[in-house]
């Protein structure tokens, strides 16, 4: 098949493939919006004082502990016991992701919940008791040598994170419209018949010398008479003056 056979199937089909289209991305919309809404809250910690800027891997290995004690389920005990989620520990760890970033030596804890309330408290929690514990654990160590470590603001009001309807709605879109392509090229495949002028040559492997043109129904073509009127049948003068005609 040639470009223009793939664009002749397009244009004959469009309709399938709007449909298919149409129709797929709804269905992605209606799925987003029977998921239950999960948003996410962020708090950002810094780390200062003594470490070790001699290497980015000595940063990253002292950023990868601070993330690894931010998960502990001593931690999230105290957090859910201090501000009463009666949650669990277990429960609570499930909720929060930490990443850390040490170009700018801090570390940032994300929390999803199914409530945006709840969402922000708990990451002030555990951002709050991380910071407490910190410090406790630097107060026998000399000025020079402590690593500080606060909060840098409050917790990020909770946004939507699941479902992002427009991501939904643009997936379902595209798979529609590779679904809608694919049935219309089956659609194609499958259909053995010869409809156009350019078919039959395909078809044939020979040039089209003439065709037979379809008239609408009730009109007759014309015949030529020896007389040369060109009158179709029951067209002659008798019939069109209404004269009676011989027996």
């Known amino acids: 098949m040639q470009l223009r056979d793939y664009l002749a199937v397009v244009r004959k089909n469009w309709w399938l493939i709007a449909l298919t289209t149409v129709a797929t991305a ?112 630097m107060e026998g160590v000399p000025q020079q040598e402590r690593r500080v470590v606060t909060m840098l603001d409050e917790p990020k009001p909770a946004r939507l994170y699941w479902p992002q309807l427009r991501v939904f709605l643009v997936s379902g879109a595209l798979l529609g419209l590779v679904l809608g392509l694919l049935l219309a090229f089956a659609r194609d495949y499958l259909d053995d018949s010869l409809k156009t002028v350019e078919d039959i040559e395909r078809y044939i492997g020979l040039p089209t010398l003439a065709t037979i043109p379809r008239f609408p129904s009730g009109v007759r073509p014309a015949i030529a008479t020896p007389g040369g009127t060109g009158l179709a049948p029951g067209t002659g003068p008798a019939e069109r003056t209404g004269a009676p005609t011989a027996r």
Do not use: C, M, W
């Open 26 to 137: 709804l269905s992605a919309v209606v799925f987003a919006k029977l998921q239950q809404p999960i948003y996410r809250s962020s708090v950002v910690v810094e780390v200062t004082g003594r470490l070790d800027y001699g290497t980015t891997l000595a940063i990253n290995n002292q950023l990868r502990q601070l993330s690894n004690r931010l998960q502990t389920v001593n931690l999230a005990a105290e957090v859910d016991r201090r501000y009463q989620f009666d949650l669990g520990a277990e429960r609570l760890l499930e909720k929060i992701h930490t990443q850390a970033f040490p170009d700018t030596v801090t570390i940032q804890i994300d929390v999803d919940d199914t409530d945006p309330t709840r969402a922000r408290q708990i990451a002030r929690g555990f951002a709050e008791v991380f910071v407490e514990r910190e410090t406790a654990l």
